[in-house]
């Protein structure tokens, strides 16, 4: 080849560089995951997704994303929606939303049962609504028959009026008479519950409307007393949650110290750290890391104020959309979302979170499944594969390349090994990551670098689900499992979510490309958190 080639060549690929947008780079990475000890446990059932009560007039933006998947029209009967809920064996639902404190139950003296309208001067634009006592049976049925470990919000607002000097500030002592009717009509059938919640987002500031700190305490206890009362055996009696809604550190603080011991069993908290639906940077936040480290401080704060304050409770984020306002139509039900999701599961994880309740299986541009076709959208298979191989003890993981690499580490859920959360965010950049098993007892600023420490990329046998978006397009609905595009079997059946096995004898890294999600699963990986007990 002579020199004027060479120069061609040369020029050609730096073109290619610059303008090339598939043009593809690779970083070699080295984690350190740290399995002597965990960091945070989660729940069993960390994955939990929502079910909300917006009518098909609920509106955003001139659009309706809701349709029929408000639970008071929801079609129970879908096949599809059955199967999607019995593959979590079992799911986490939570039944609340915006609309919750507007809902009366047709039980005991509430014989009438008025249909929910649109009213300018009610709360989110809505008049009072009701559970007929016929739709509780056909939800219970259906929730038996899928196996769901169910919460049900109460309206936390019956008793209570405006306060004259602040119309947003609601005042008076809760009025349980009507969520009493309703729990023993419960009990008497033999429902499944697995927690109460009171109210939503009636905290801190407040959306609509507020509560004070120690009022909410008072109606709570009584909350719990009533539970206690109904459900005289603690194996089986319902959580107690509270109190759904935005943390805001005065309240949530001044609310956790007027609590008694055991009053309060799980500290729920909302999550919104997108913005609106509308945004137009929506999609760059959520390929953003700075901006999603963002909302860090606040699980930390929640984290640590149930620890200082109610050690016996554990918290939860009880409702997160990411985008409010039923999420960003271009968004928030494709693939990209993804990043934004999974992120969250992962940091949430780490601050000693239990639960994690996604708005919305169903309704809305933000939720697991499609509104109309009921089809799995992206962040379902994200869902699901992190109940099936995320075991609750969290470990300690870092890295010193590229902060668009997310990487998390838990105990395998089967098996005494671990299994890896690794986001990829870089639109061009492949990492090649290698493991390091760092088996220091002791913080790392007491020992030399390097002590103590195992690469075991040679010896580990691994199971890889590489999840990447259908044609390279980050915005596409369909998700590729290791290549393969996740679809409904011809009977409606969630398909089998295969691993592609890496074999020990393999010293490769793992391979993790451009706009990808990886979940890895390690069996023989030795880390002693992982480990049954010791007697």
Same mark, same amino acid.
């Given at each position: 080849? %002579? ?11 730096? &073109? ?15 984690? =350190? ?6 960091? @945070? ?5 960390? /994955?939990?997704?929502?079910? $909300? ?14 349709? =029929? @998947? ?24 939570? &039944?609340? %939303? ?24 009610? &709360? ?22 899928? *196996? ?15 306060? =004259?000097?602040?119309?947003?500030? #609601?005042?008076?002592? #809760? ?5 009493? !009717? ?7 059938? *033999?429902?499944?519950? $697995? ?83 509308? $945004? ?31 050690? #016996? ?40 979170? =239990? ?41 300690? /993981? ?29 639109? !061009? ?51 590729? &499992? ?46 002693? @958190? ?6």
């Amino acid at each position: 080849m %002579g020199v004027n080639q060479y120069v061609k060549v040369a020029l050609f690929l730096s &073109l290619l560089v610059l303008f090339c947008p598939s043009f593809s780079s690779s970083e070699d990475v080295k984690l =350190k995951v740290k399995g002597v000890t965990n960091i @945070a446990t989660t729940d069993e059932n960390f /994955i939990c997704a929502t079910l $909300d009560w917006w009518p098909s007039n609920k509106c955003d933006y001139n659009q309706c994303p809701w349709g =029929k @998947a408000g639970i008071l029209n929801l079609d129970l009967n879908n096949t599809i929606l059955s199967n999607a809920i019995k593959a979590f064996n079992p799911l986490r639902i939570r &039944l609340g %939303g915006s609309l919750q404190d507007q809902i009366i139950y047709q039980f005991g003296k509430q014989k009438h049962c008025p249909t929910m309208r649109k009213k300018d001067n009610g &709360l989110f634009g809505f008049s009072v609504g009701c559970l007929p006592r016929k739709r509780w049976d056909e939800m219970n049925h259906f929730l038996n028959k899928t *196996g769901v470990k169910f919460t049900f919000g109460l309206n936390a607002l019956v008793g209570k009026k405006n306060s =004259k000097e602040d119309q947003l500030n #609601w005042k008076g002592d #809760w009025n349980p008479n009507n969520a009493i !009717s309703l729990m023993k009509y419960t009990v008497s059938k *033999g429902y499944n519950i $697995d927690s109460y919640e009171l109210g939503n987002e009636l905290c801190s500031e407040g959306v609509s409307a507020r509560i004070d700190s120690v009022q909410y305490a008072k109606d709570i206890t009584k909350l719990r007393h009533i539970i206690n009362s109904l459900y005289p055996n603690a194996t089986t009696r319902p959580k107690v949650l509270g109190p759904a809604g935005f943390y805001g550190k005065e309240w949530f603080d001044s609310f956790l110290q007027h609590v008694g011991p055991g009053v309060i069993d799980g500290v729920t908290h909302h999550i919104y750290n997108l913005g609106a639906g509308v $945004d137009r940077d929506l999609i760059s936040k959520v390929q953003d890391p700075y901006f999603l480290s963002k909302i860090a401080q606040t699980f930390k704060d929640v984290s640590t104020a149930v620890k200082d304050f109610t050690p #016996w409770a554990g918290a939860w984020v009880g409702e997160s959309g990411g985008a409010y306002n039923s999420g960003g139509k271009d968004v928030s039900h494709t693939f990209v979302n993804g990043f934004w999701y999974l992120d969250q599961l992962g940091m949430t994880s780490t601050f000693n979170h =239990k639960v994690y309740c996604r708005q919305a299986l169903i309704g809305g541009n933000y939720a697991l499944l499609n509104t109309t076709s009921f089809i799995p959208n992206p962040d379902y298979y994200g869902a699901l594969l992190w109940h099936r191989l995320m075991g609750t003890n969290v470990l300690s /993981i870092s890295h010193d390349s590229s902060p668009y690499l997310r990487t998390y580490a838990h105990c395998s859920k089967q098996g005494n090994g671990i299994t890896l959360l690794l986001i990829n965010m870089e639109n !061009s950049t492949s990492f090649d990551v290698s493991l390091v098993n760092d088996m220091n007892l002791y913080p790392e600023e007491l020992v030399s670098e390097g002590i103590n420490t195992v690469n075991l990329m040679d010896s580990l046998k691994r199971e890889e689900y590489h999840l990447t978006p259908k044609d390279g397009n980050i915005q596409s609905d369909v998700v590729l &499992l290791n290549g393969t595009p996740l679809e409904l079997t011809k009977s409606k059946e969630i398909p089998e979510l295969k691993p592609k096995i890496v074999d020990a004898s393999s010293s490769s890294p793992i391979k993790v490309v451009p706009h990808s999600i990886v979940f890895v699963q390690i069996n023989n990986f030795n880390a002693p @958190a992982c480990a049954p007990p010791t007697k």
